[in-house]
């Protein structure tokens, strides 16, 4: 048989203790989400947090009564008025498209299915200024449609049906995006039960499938909303920038900014960025209750 020697005491008092080591390796594993928190915090504050601030500080600047002054304009309200009116159409459209899309993909086996999904996530690929472009080709005065809608007297470009058009195909993949993984996710297994227990497609939708979707639409309602309202690009191409009559409030704003007028600029901007805090506090309250309610 192998003797074991002994250790030495003096070896055994070198040697860390087993809650010493562990105790090493927390502290180690610890750094990495420190520093990487710190990091994100840094990025934050210096790429939304202080630019945000700057708004509101800018905007108050010169008082609360110009504040007021500078949004209660006549130009600002008209502004106002139609950025509202556009989400107003487009939301309600995306969420009607939104829903019958998702069931459509998630729910039925068909052919073109992965076509609709292609052209579901075109806006996601597809510049908004392109968009806008390809609106002015089709219904424009010299485009493809033009002397018939002018020969009709109707008025899709440079008018309000132009921005409500580039607002709605800016923002129908919101809705539609935020319920296909839920609802594929959620299978067929209800609804198959629901046919067996011999409902009806609308009841199945009404009583099955909606419930179980609900926190994904209202979430996917809240960001439509928030791109409707905030939309540049597309619109800026569509509207021709006359005043009180096709700027939106991002237009607005740029306008204020271009002629130097900043503090009636950023009084209007506070608007749009207290929109997104408000976005995001709805955002908050949602996830919040979907995860209360899977919990």
Known sequence: MTAVLPVPAAHHASLPSVDQATSYRKRRRNWAPFFLTCTALVYLTVILLVPLAAVFVEALRRGVEFFFHSV???EALAAIRLTLL???IAVPLNLGFGIAAAWAIAKFDF???A???TLIDLPFSVSPVIAGLVYVLVFGLQGWLGPWLSAH???IIFAVPGIVLATVFVTFPFVARELIPLMQAQGRQEEEAAVVLGARGWQIFWRVTLPNVKW???YGVVLCNARAMGEFGAVSVVSGH???LTNTLPLHVEILYNEYNSAAAFACASLLALLALVTLAIKTVLEHGYLKEHS
Do not use: F, M, Y
């Open 242 to 244: 006359i005043r009180g």
């Open 153 to 155: 007297d109707i008025k």
């Open 216 to 218: 994904g639409l209202l």
């Open 86 to 88: 556009a989400a107003v």
């Open 111 to 113: 052919r073109g299915k």
């Open 115 to 117: 076509v609709l999904i």
């Open 72 to 74: 209660a304009q006549p």
